[in-house]
Nanobody, 115 residues
Framework: QVQLAESGGGLVQPGGSLKLSCKASGIMFSSMSMGWSRQVPGKERELVAHIFSGGTTTYTDSVRGRFTISRDNAKTTVYLQMNSLKPEDTAVYYC?????????WGQGTQVTVSS
């Protein structure tokens, strides 16, 4: 059974930082691409950051330079370090895994950036 368990969300002031974690089980983690997306009510889900099995990373323009995605294959965990947070970063953040045999999503963790 595939499970992706996110943690680390919460309330933070503008300019602050948070680090999200996603612990994966039931998949061949080291061979999977992993990533984070986010969704605001009433809007489409947005891809935020992606890391390929080899370590190459990509980011959406709005977070490049502020967010860093990383992975620890030994711990089957992917991270999203978020710095210089802005109110527009407020969303539910979802972890995903993509590869063979398919795509999997976590339940999401709320990130709220507000003073």
């Amino acid at each position: 059974q595939v499970q992706l368990a996110e943690s680390g969300g919460g309330l933070v002031q503008p300019g602050g930082s948070l680090k999200l974690s996603c612990k994966a089980s039931g998949i061949m983690f080291s061979s999977m691409s992993m990533g984070w997306s986010r969704q605001v009510p009433g809007k489409e889900r947005e891809l935020v950051a992606h890391i390929f099995s080899g370590g190459t990373t990509t980011y959406t323009d709005s977070v490049r330079g502020r967010f860093t995605i990383s992975r620890d294959n030994a711990k089957t965990t992917v991270y999203l370090q978020m710095n210089s947070l802005k109110p527009e970063d407020t969303a539910v953040y979802y972890c995903y895994a993509f590869g063979t045999p398919g795509a999997y999503w976590g339940q999401g963790t709320q990130v709220t950036v507000s003073s």
